[in-house]
């Protein structure tokens, strides 16, 4: 009784294989689309919720796990460069308030010195006026 079968098990392993490449599309496809948005991090919870594949496999397969946390991590050296970024827009911002708030401020210079001359040459008239008064 010492005969070793020899099992067929080639079936199981196509299978396997196929569903393994099938794994890895989803999970492909799932961080193609996180690395397109703008809202969700890259991690194993929303590329396992996005997949459908569980959070489980994606620790246990050596690939994708590697590629989830190579993405992740640079994912986070891009958010911190992003950072200067929003520096950037503040500071313009900023800028932009400031611009606004001189055109105001020489508008209201311009209204002062048109009434400024009018005043003069209202004075003026009434200098001429005077002195006309005087001489009569």
């Known amino acids: 009784m010492d005969k070793k079968v020899k099992r067929n098990i080639d079936g199981l392993l ?3 294989a196929t569903l393994k490449v099938g794994t890895e599309e989803s999970v492909n496809r799932a961080i ?5 948005s703008k809202t969700k991090k890259i991690n194993f919870k929303t590329v396992s ?4 594949i569980s959070t489980t496999t994606l620790y246990n397969n050596p690939v994708l796990r590697e590629r989830i946390t190579s993405l992740r991590a640079v994912k986070q050296v891009s958010a911190q460069e992003a950072q200067p ?20 401020e020489k508008k209201m210079l311009i ?6 001359e009018r005043l003069k040459a209202e004075n ?12 009569e």
């Open 14 to 16: 196509k299978h396997a």
């Open 32 to 36: 193609d689309t996180l690395k397109r």
């Open 49 to 52: 919720e996005m997949s459908g």
């Open 85 to 104: 970024d929003t520096a950037i827009l503040n500071r313009e911002r900023e800028l932009r308030q400031e611009i606004q708030k001189l055109k105001e």
């Open 111 to 116: 209204a002062q010195l048109v009434d400024l």
């Open 124 to 135: 003026r008239k009434l200098k001429a006026l005077i002195s006309q008064q005087r001489l």
